[in-house]
Structure formats: structure tokens, C-alpha cells
């Protein structure tokens, strides 16, 4: 059974930095697309970033472009997501998605396989 793990997230201070993971195991990754979500109280879950299998399109959300880059290595099953100039409204639990197919996209109702989330907060 595919599983996705996240890690790294934890507390920092707005302006610094942190880089999540997620590892999966089993399953053949490097044929998914794989994307990060994001989820504060109170709100709905959204988008962040997205990756195609060969990490050729990597589209990113506009509240994150140009401070959050998403990479992924395959030999590693892993994807990453590196958090730069983190804003307060960053603050959310984050959650790494496997694709139903080869291409990044944006919406939840295409992946199929979500981690368990890790909380980032961001303290202004």
C-alpha cells in the first residue's frame, strides 16, 4: 500500500525559512504528478505548488510565487517543498498529494493520495 509522509514542518519566525518533505513508499512515483496543499482554521484547503513527473511544469499559487519552490527527487521518492520569506498567513497545515496522472494541476479532485498533513507556523 502507497503511503505519502510529510515532515519538516514546525514553528519560525515571519521572513525565515523551512523546507517540508514527503517520502512515499511503495508504488512507482516518478509516473505522478504531486502537488502541496495547504489548510488553515476555518478555511478550505488550497493549493500551493505541483510538480509533473519529470518536474518540467511546477505551477505555483500566487499568494506563494517566487518564495516557495517545489522539487522533486525520484531516486528518492521524495518531494519537497522549500519555504522562503514566510508571511504569517502562511501559517496552515500542510499536505503533500499524489497525482491521479503524469501532469501538475490544481485542483483536490485531481490527486488521489494525500499524507497526513504537517502543521508550519509562522509567528509575526
Known amino acids: 500500500q502507497v503511503q505519502l509522509v510529510e515532515s519538516g514542518g514546525g514553528l519560525v519566525q515571519a521572513g525565515g525559512s523551512l523546507t517540508l518533505s514527503c517520502a512515499a513508499s511503495?508504488?512507482?512515483?516518478?509516473?505522478?504528478?504531486m502537488g502541496w496543499f495547504r489548510q488553515a482554521p476555518g478555511k478550505e484547503r488550497e493549493f500551493v505548488a505541483a510538480?509533473?513527473?519529470?518536474?518540467?511544469?511546477?505551477p505555483y499559487a500566487d499568494s506563494v510565487k517566487g518564495r516557495f519552490t517545489i522539487s522533486r527527487d525520484n531516486t528518492k521518492k521524495t518531494v519537497y517543498l522549500q519555504m522562503n520569506s514566510l508571511k504569517a498567513e502562511d501559517t496552515a497545515v500542510y499536505y503533500c498529494?499524489?497525482?491521479?496522472?503524469?501532469?501538475?494541476?490544481?485542483?483536490?479532485?485531481?490527486?488521489?493520495?494525500w499524507g497526513q498533513g504537517t502543521q508550519v507556523t509562522v509567528s509575526s
Open positions: 511503495g508504488g512507482t512515483f516518478s509516473s505522478y504528478a
Open positions: 498529494a499524489r497525482g491521479r496522472g503524469l501532469y501538475a494541476a490544481r485542483g483536490t479532485g485531481t490527486y488521489d493520495l
Open positions: 510538480i509533473s513527473w519529470s518536474g518540467g511544469n511546477t
